[in-house]
């Protein structure tokens, strides 16, 4: 009796969920981050469970054919649901109408040929395997695509790891002790069962907390980044300098102005949406030319900083003069026009400086470096302490 509440209990909570879950879906605006997918999954294992309660867990009909077919499709969806949330692109309908006629063919030959203990075993010794791959698919992720969430992958891990030993469990006393191992009245059917529940009341909100931490960090790298160039814009910046200066070896940085000689040419001969594109391809070979851990921004118009970090007075003005090159001897991509656009900038570097506060009085400096260079006929590099 207990054992049936609880199953019923689990029951209310995954169809709740499975509700909230589109629910939340339909208010991403298209970015639906795999919850749609997550929803059929609950609703799949909750219209199992029910189906469970109607038919006895013992049954060797229709019924509990499907509850099992539903019961090993509803983790897959879970499966599909987090590759759409971590960015992977995939089908959901066809795998599981797969996996759910292949499955039902394999009870209904197993069940015909060795018995209904075997197809019940089938179905704990499948959820085993699956559980035990989603555990290790869950580590990996850990160092991949969720390196964002190591804690929480390792929380997911132990949480599905720890269903996968009990359907683990389940198949070894099923193939020992047949469907007696099934009763709902067994103090293992009844652990079985809590922490079912637990995985169905703690799971979801779960999800929705990281849904929620995605469009948050999302926000915040959108409030820290230029929406043309993806390049940090001055907030980001000021962060990134903050962070730097924060270290306890940190070394002094040196400013470099990048400017597009006439760009206003372009623009007024080529259109905004060409200069655009010159925009994102100053930007894109600004990245390529910096070196790791240096500071890439937009500034605004057709202005970019760079900060060079960790170096000195020589090496920023031999990176001022290889983004100058990389940038007068590459084309801009993508325009289709009969002759392709060059551009050339003008850089302006400035001394070193040591903490974020002194970034306006050095971003002056380079800017006074800039113009020289702008008098002296554009595309050279001029510094600040000649």
């Given amino acids: 009796m207990i054992t049936t509440v609880i199953l019923s209990m689990l029951c209310v909570h995954l169809l709740c969920f499975c509700v909230m879950f589109l629910l939340i879906s339909t208010r991403l605006n298209g970015r639906k981050m795999g919850m749609e997918v997550f929803a059929l999954g609950n609703f799949l294992l909750g219209l199992a469970y029910i189906l469970q309660l109607l038919g006895g867990p013992a049954n060797g009909g229709v019924m509990s054919i499907a509850n099992h077919t539903m019961t090993l499709c509803a983790p897959v969806a879970y499966v599909l649901g987090a590759m759409r949330f971590f960015n992977r692109p995939t089908s959901v309908w066809r795998p599981l109408l797969t996996l759910a006629a292949v ?34 698919a869950v580590l990996y992720a850990r160092g991949t695509v969720a390196k964002d969430l190591r804690v929480e992958m390792i929380v997911f891990a132990v ?34 069962y809590i922490y079912m529940s637990f995985l169905g009341t703690v799971l979801p909100p779960c999800a929705v907390w990281l849904v929620l931490r995605r469009l948050t960090d999302e926000l915040r790298t959108m409030a820290a980044h230029d929406p043309l160039t993806h390049l940090l814009n001055r907030r980001g910046l000021t962060e990134g300098l903050d962070a730097h200066f924060r270290t306890r070896l940190a070394e002094p940085a040196y400013l470099l102005i990048v400017d597009i ?60 003069e290889r983004v100058r090159a990389a940038i007068e001897h590459s084309a801009v991509p993508g325009i289709g026009l009969n002759q392709p656009i060059q551009c050339t900038v003008t850089v302006g570097v400035s001394d070193a400086f040591t903490s974020t506060h002194a970034l306006d009085e050095y971003l002056q400096h380079a800017d006074a470096a800039l113009y020289r260079g702008k008098t002296a006929g554009r595309n050279r590099v001029e510094c600040a302490y000649d």
């Fill in 103 to 136: 499955y039902t063919a394999l009870q209904v030959a197993v069940q015909a040929t060795l018995g209904i203990e075997a197809r019940h075993a089938l179905l704990a010794g499948s959820c085993a395997l699956l559980f035990l791959l989603m555990t290790l």
């Fill in 261 to 320: 000689d006439h760009f206003k040419r372009i623009n007024d001969t080529h259109g905004h949406k060409v200069g655009d594109l010159v925009l994102s391809h100053v930007a894109e070979v600004l990245k390529a030319t910096a070196r790791k851990g240096d500071l890439t921004c937009r500034l605004g118009g057709e202005e970019f900083l760079l900060i060079a970090l960790n170096t000195d007075r020589t090496g920023a003005m031999q990176l001022a």
């Fill in 159 to 192: 949480l599905i790891g720890g269903i996968g030993v009990l359907n683990a469990a389940k198949f070894v006393m099923i193939v020992q002790g047949g469907l007696a191992a099934l009763d709902m009245n067994s103090g293992f059917q009844k652990v079985f």
